[in-house]
């Protein structure tokens, strides 16, 4: 069942999206050379302490791995695709990307988001795979509509990624967001048949995350047993948005 929230409701997700966005925009201003992935989570671990918020990801059990996760941010590099570990030891250098995803609970609703960073200058070929993947979620937003279907969210980030000849990870997908950090539908990156295609209705919140390789689109989880990374060594892209149905459109409610 895909639960529907109230216009109060989704005012308190909207604070919730509200703090993700402000922690994301900090932790962007950080990422540069010599920065370590531990620095991003311990401000982002206190910034969620003094806003009163619970961290969503740290203690989160995750069945496919079968442990809880022990970070408030995951932090991916280059072709690691989702659920970094930060650490102490992964310094930024000039060239990488940084894929930074964190989520909050605040009075009961969650945010969740994600950015990918570029360290320094970065190459154009991979300028592009970000621009692609930022693309392909904005497209994505613009479907978020009463009437539309859920198919129709997700083949609009699946026909920009594909004509731009990149490869979608299968393995993880967006989810329904509210009282949970994963509700009801999944949303796959690309349109799965094998699933039901439910009409979107207002009250209704998404978070849609693309994760979108530079080659193909096969992921492989390390020995830490957490950090999946790309098959095939090419880098990665990731950007997520919560989006709610509403009467007027689309309301990001994880951006100003
Ligand atoms: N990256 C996932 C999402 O955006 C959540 C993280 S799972 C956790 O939905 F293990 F990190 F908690
Ligand atoms: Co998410």
Known sequence: MIVRKTPAELEKMRAAGMLVYRILQ???GMVKEGVTTLDLENVAEKMMKDAGARPAFKNYFVPAVGQRYRFVLCT???DEVVHGLPSARRVLQPGDIVKIDTGVELNGYFGDSAVTVPVGSIAPQLQKLLDVTRDSLELAIQ???A???LFDVCAAVEQHVTTN???IVREFVGHGIGTQLH????VPNYVDRKNENPRLKEGMVLAIEPMVNAGKPETRVGSDKWTAKTKDGSYSAHFEHCVAVTSNGPWVLTRP
């Open 26 to 28: 900090e932790l962007s």
């Open 76 to 78: 991916s590099v280059n």
């Open 143 to 145: 479907q978020v509509r």
């Open 147 to 149: 009437g539309n279907r």
């Open 165 to 167: 000849g990149f490869g």
């Open 183 to 186: 509700e009801e539908p999944q």
